[in-house]
């Protein structure tokens, strides 16, 4: 692992028993002594803290100034309504190809005079040279640094962190806000990628240990690694880019249409104007071929991703994420079926080492959310 880069919080997982993994192009903790079934379990009852600095941060601020004018730049490569977010709010989007596909999955913050974005990990550099050589023109794309990225997750996220920042109490899902903390300002959004109430905190890199220590010296804190972050947003039905979507997926296919605003869609005041429009928009009305879809199997045994699923003997689908829901107590999975197959309720079979198991479609989420609205 010698050629991994390293968070500011490498030493802390050192020393908390951290077993540490390989996971796009960093060095980063897939768990703790806990273990992976009890640090879900503890994420779903109080509070975990993730170490998540490894994703990319990156400002947009328009030349001219305006976060209007930001806004608009950014809509010609995402298929969102930028310009109708608020002030102190952020939203989920995706940056869209010319062929309808997705090449990443991100949240934009609207600060006031700047766009904040938060991109995947593995994808941060092309993202960055793809809104450099798209928007470079009227706006100024600028990578963030000196500054690590923690999540607090979990019904008492909001004790926790409001015993460090009073203010944190006052936001809503998907609020966003400078709080200061040990005479640095901190940035907060009140969102994450488990389903849970929680956090996302942008720290600056030289207080980014002792606001960790901070929050585990907290009865209600644990420490939680990646291992659990993919057991929790996969019961919560959040995709994972590279796998649940990549650059063959179009937004309806992943059953992402909810993310879309209906400024951008057909007959909306500025439909259209991103990559991939013509598929995207008429996909939305002629339907796509095939869907995303929660996965229940039978028994006890997972489906992972790359089980191909069948109806007779057609394989009519592929899961793409699978494991064991410990909230749930059994099996979960997402994937994709052709659309006559996606209803609820339909049965189909998985095939795991040359042996059919059945496995019916599911409602998505697993675990109902827990927003703080």
């Known amino acids: 692992m010698s050629d991994l880069q390293r968070t500011s919080l490498f030493e802390l997982h050192q020393s908390l028993g951290a077993k540490m993994v390989p996971f796009a192009g960093y060095e980063m903790p897939v768990q703790y002594p806990l273990g992976v079934m009890k640090e879900h379990l503890h994420t779903r009852s109080a509070a975990g803290l993730f170490d998540v600095s490894h994703m990319g941060q990156v400002i947009l601020r328009a030349k001219s100034g305006s976060v209007g004018d930001a806004a608009l730049a950014l809509e010609t490569i995402v298929p969102m309504n930028i310009l109708g977010l608020g002030e102190g709010r952020q939203r989920y989007a995706f940056f869209t190809n010319d062929q309808g596909g997705i090449l990443d999955d991100l949240m934009v913050a609207n600060k006031g005079d700047h766009l904040f974005l938060v991109v995947n990990a593995a994808c941060k550099d092309a993202d960055i040279a793809h809104m450099t050589a798209s928007l470079s023109d009227t706006c100024d794309v600028i990578p963030v640094s000196g500054r690590s990225l923690l ?18 109490a ?25 389903g849970e ?8 890199d030289d207080i980014a240990v002792d606001f960790a220590k901070a ?48 400024a951008r869609r057909a ?24 869907r995303r879809v929660g996965l229940r199997p039978e028994g006890r045994a997972p489906m992972r991703g790359g089980t191909p699923l069948f109806v007779g003997d057609t394989q009519v689908g592929e899961v793409t994420s699978g494991g064991f829901g410990p909230s749930v107590e ?44």
């Open 330 to 373: 059994g099996p979960v999975a997402m994937g994709y079926v052709d659309s006559q197959y996606a209803e609820t309720g339909v049965e189909l079979t998985g095939e795991v080492r040359g042996k059919r198991h059945p496995v019916r479609v599911a409602d998505l989420p697993f675990v109902a959310a827990n927003f703080k609205r």
């Open 151 to 168: 999540a607090v997750q979990g019904p008492a996220s909001e004790a926790a962190v409001s015993q460090l920042m009073s203010a944190a």
């Open 267 to 290: 007959g909306g005041e500025r439909e259209g104007g991103f990559p991939g429009a013509d598929r995207i928009l008429n996909e939305f009305s002629a339907g796509a071929k095939r």
């Open 170 to 194: 006052d936001m809503k899902f998907m609020d966003v806000a400078e709080l200061e903390w040990s005479g640095q300002t901190l940035w907060l959004s009140r969102s994450g990628y488990t």
């Open 197 to 204: 109430d929680g956090f996302e905190i942008s720290v600056p």
């Open 215 to 262: 929050l585990l010296d907290l009865e209600e804190v644990e420490a939680i690694g990646l291992g659990a972050r993919d057991s929790l947003r996969l019961e919560a039905g959040l995709c994972l880019y590279g796998s649940d979507i990549d650059t063959q997926t179009s937004p309806v296919e992943a059953s992402l249409t909810w993310a879309i605003q209906k």
